[in-house]
């Protein structure tokens, strides 16, 4: 069942399922929680409380407000802990990676584990040899086409690029639900503005996390020339000792709709040891 918590700027929608240790889940611009479908089943069923939201601007969330950033997705992040009854494990997926990021470093009471699937957290120097990898410059120009022509069939041909091999059973469908979204009147503004905000803010607060972190790659996520290094980074940027890294074989942006049972097997041991902590 939807539900919607009103925070400052306009109300954001979640679904609440399960019993247990409290696990939001949050997606990548452009999608909903219905990015979850197949991981919020599992944590349910491994006994977890499981929270999937919709960000700001997305699903059915509201489109009144008027920033996009990860520090603003962060907020509403910490506003749905506190309305649910924290501490939670925060999952965060792209822009969301970054929000974790901030919500865990600023709000650490209400934050006793993340997870950052395939997390655009850092600002990074644009590396004009990565275009020679057929992927990367694949990806890029469709985003940048996304961006810039504000069209959701632009967005959808960087989803294309985005999920190499595996698809999902249910991709004709999942393709159609977000074409449909995107084509709903401002809905792409909000992609667009999401994605002209910087990772700045959340790289800023690599430093601040003391809750245990798991980074997630594809290893062939079309964002990133060498996704392992990416999220190398990401742990280095961390206090020693804080965050892992895990590699998913063959993913690409996507990793928890390609390869649900890999990712979810990958966290079930973290969120039972940041549980018990």
């Avoid at 499981?50 to 509403?76: E, K, N, P, Q």
């Avoid at 972190?213 to 990401?234: H, K, S």
Wanted: hydrophobic fraction near 45%; glycine fraction near 12%; charge should be negative.
């Amino acid at each position: 069942m939807t539900e919607f918590l009103s925070v400052d700027g306009g109300r954001i929608a979640y679904e609440v399922t399960g019993e247990g240790p409290l696990v939001v889940l949050a997606h990548g611009m452009g999608d909903s929680r219905d990015a979850y479908r197949f991981v919020a089943p599992r944590l349910v069923a491994a006994g977890y409380r499981v929270a999937a939201t919709d960000l700001r601007g997305s699903g059915d969330s509201d489109m009144t407000f008027t920033g996009y950033t990860r520090t603003d997705i962060a907020g509403d992040l910490i506003a749905l802990v506190r309305h649910l009854g924290g501490p939670a494990v925060l999952v965060g997926h792209s822009i969301s990676g970054g929000a974790v990021t901030i919500a865990a470093a600023t709000a650490p009471e209400l934050v006793s584990a993340i997870v950052e699937l395939a997390p655009f957290t850092r600002k990074q120097a644009v590396n004009l040899g990565d275009l020679r990898i057929k992927r990367v410059r694949q990806g890029m120009t469709r985003l940048l086409g996304a961006a810039m022509l504000g069209s959701a069939r632009q967005w959808l041909s960087y989803l294309d690029v985005s999920y190499p091999g595996v698809r999902p059973a249910d991709w004709t469908a999942q393709l159609a639900r977000i074409e449909a979204k995107l084509n709903e009147p401002g809905r792409m503004k909000v992609l667009q503005k999401m994605g002209q905000s910087t990772p700045a803010d959340a790289g800023a607060h690599l430093g601040g996390v003391r809750c245990p972190a798991l980074i997630v790659e594809g290893t062939l996520d079309p964002d990133w020339a060498d996704p392992r290094a990416e999220g190398a980074a990401i742990v280095a940027a961390m206090p020693a000792g804080v965050a892992d890294l895990v590699l998913v074989e063959g993913a690409g942006h996507y990793p928890h709709t390609q390869f649900p049972d890999e990712v979810v097997t990958l966290m079930l041991p973290f969120l039972a040891a940041a549980v018990r902590a």
